[in-house]
């Protein structure tokens, strides 16, 4: 059968008390059916599932307390992973997920596991992301939702009996906004798009830098606006060539006085001490720039091979999910022939080896390391995307550092040639006007060069501000076109989950006056409503009957479309709340049977039931043996 994707399917569940295992049960794709008298501890199983895979639960029964760990084997998107949990009543518990099937898991080396917090931070992911991207469910985030968890994800596939028959998610009592509910809702349906949100952010930042570059703008212009002059190249390029003949002039009357001194007067002394001073800050200057360069390379060449080792990081990545793929495909193919020197290839009766290359397959295939290899590879990528900002961090500041130093050496070099080339006697006047003349020409050649450096600045920043502004413009463009295209999915999506629903409530048994021909079935996540014809008022039972039918509902739209975020998964534990009568039951749970009929997709149902229909009360849906009070589903005696 086709997957669609996202895909979940429970194929084993552990429970532990201690090291001795209380319930241990292999699950099937399709209906599975867990059945038993009332206070049997069906709940207790559901609950552990809904646990095992990431959702948060304090309300223990006081003989699942008793117990200390649950292992769930699962396939996420084809690939089969153990996720490991403790038992605690305290909420928040961390998840350890082996990359591969339970029984491997059992024995493998603590190095093999890998342990995700609940909560995500700046330098650890969550088990929510990882379990997120073995699915390609992306992740999901606002400023008023925040982060969603697969604990959120999960509220919207587990019907159980203690939350209220009239909500449609699961009861959470700490964090549960209208704007949370949306977001889920939105995202099974398919209509969310992370990209809308990442633009969103980038908008934001690249707005303050808009304004940042303004007011900076502002204050340059302030700055050249105190002068007459209208500040471009041109006229910096003529006065420069000025000050230079200015200079030119007043170093020939110089060295024409000094000529005339040392003819005149052999008495005059010259002094080397300004000359020695100036070429020792000159090499200061020259060793300091040296050095500062080396430190910019040996960062800017860091910089670069982490640039190649990230991409090459993220090609690993994208590479492991086409493996995971190629070796489900490629994992039943035989080859009558050799492919090397095309001489015929005797049969092969055994599955524990390569029936070409004879490789013994006990250790386990490839692909069930796929996941572990993923999850190793995404750290990295992330561990490594942080110390590359660091490095580029450094690598701005040398180039800072590198520039000041430059302009401190051009100085430090103008002022060693000039007294390189005048005397260092107070015996003329003249020759001391001269100096304060060369010493007032080189600092306006120095404040030419600050204005041309502020001119460059100004373009520079209006060249920005003008790539800015055009990014700005395209963001919000492809975010209003990601809106309507997500406003376009949530109606189409939500229009199938309402056919399916009021298909369910047709084919219920007559006992509801509105259930039997609807013509408008309206629901809302985010006031966390569901109307039939605008009525909300039913009784005990038909609430229930409705319940269990919106998620069975949407997971059967899911199934059949495959834009869908839904992961083809769903717990129902709504069957006979609030006094079903048997035959009311027996006829949903046929309906169950119905809609897994139906379904263009590989998917899984899980529900339970004191009252087991009989058409399926066959080995082919059922899990594990009838539980009884005096025989409950935890084995705790053992």
Known sequence: MTRYEPNLVVTRLVVYRHDKRAYDELFHEGVNVIRGENSSGKSTILNCIYYGLGGDLADWSETALLCTRVAVEVRLNGLLATLSRDISPDSGQPMEIFGGPFEESVNAPRSEWIKYPYRRSPNKESFSQAIFRLLSIPEVANDISGNLTIHQILRLLYSDQLSPVETLFRYDSRFDPPALRDAVGRLLCGAYDNRLYQNEIEIRTLTRQFDDLSAELKSLFAVLGR???????????EERRKIVADQKQTQRETEQIERTLIESSGAD??????????YSEVQRLQAELASTQERRDAITLAIADSASFIRSLEQKLASLDDAAVTAQHLGDVHFGICPACLSPLQPSTDDAHCHLCKTDFSGGRGRDRIVAMINDAAIQLKQSHILQETRMEREKGLAAQLTQLRQDWTSAAAKLSAVQRLPSTEARERLRELNRTAGYLQRQLEDLARREDLVRIVEDISARKDALNDRINRLKSENQRLKTSQERQLVRAKTLIADEVRDLLRHDLRRQDSFENPKSIQFDFASNTITVDGHTYFSASSRVI????FFLGFFAAATKDPSFRHPRFVMIDTI??????????HNFQNQILRKSRESKSEHQIIYATAMISPDLDDEEFLVGRFYTRDQPTLDIAS
Do not use: H, I
């Not at 002068?227 to 390029?237: H, K, M, Y």
């Not at 006979?576 to 039951?585: A, Q, T, V």
């Open 576 to 585: 006979e709340d609030k006094g079903m009568e048997p035959e009311r039951s």
């Open 269 to 278: 002394k010259l002094t080397l001490k300004a000359q020695e001073e100036a």
């Open 546 to 549: 409705l319940k269990s039918s």
């Open 227 to 237: 002068t007459d002059q209208s500040l471009n190249f041109a006229w910096l390029e």
